[in-house]
């Protein structure tokens, strides 16, 4: 398979269609939250029970771990000002667990040459859909995969995408 440039992820996300995660009421139940955070402090104490529960996994068996210095980063406010909105972004924190299981990898990314790839084999880029206002965003979920196997793959950030846009 063809990577895709590294930095059109964002982009390729708006070509995706509701029928690619699965039919159209199974994609209503999976993008609908379960939970809710109004602001950084109710997404942070969210994120720690998660990150409680051990290594996440989706349909397909691949599996990240959530790290306390991910959490930290994924409440950022430079995290905040990638989503398109900072309500949405604390609801895709709070659903992270729920988000990843329904999580899908259309493409594969050539690692970004800009930033640090040490001992990186690989940026992946999982997109999950996430019910907001009554309408349907996608979640960018980015994990990193190392090149020593005995490191597990670590959950990197989160985006949330307006795809009406």
Do not use: C
């Not at 993008?31 to 409680?52: D, F, H, M, S």
């Not at 992946?124 to 990193?144: D, N, R």
């Amino acid at each position: 398979m063809k990577k895709e440039p590294w930095d059109s992820s964002t982009e390729k996300a708006k070509t995706l269609m509701l029928d690619d995660f699965g039919a159209f009421n199974e994609v209503q139940e999976m993008a609908n939250p379960k939970r809710t955070a109004a602001n950084r402090q109710e997404a942070v104490i969210i994120l720690k029970e998660i990150a409680k529960k051990g290594t996440l996994a989706n349909k397909t068996g691949f599996k990240a771990r959530l790290s306390g210095k991910t959490i930290g980063k994924i409440v950022s406010n430079q995290a905040i000002n990638t989503s398109f909105n900072s309500k949405a972004h604390y609801l895709a924190a709070a659903n992270l667990d729920y988000l990843f299981i329904n999580a899908i990898e259309p493409w594969k990314f050539e690692l970004n040459p800009s930033k640090n790839n040490d001992g990186l084999k690989e940026r992946h880029y999982l997109y999950s859909p996430l019910e907001y206002k009554g309408a349907i965003m996608l979640v960018k979920i980015t994990v990193k995969e190392y090149i020593n196997n005995r490191l597990e793959n670590n959950l990197y950030s989160i985006e949330v995408i307006d795809i009406r846009t």
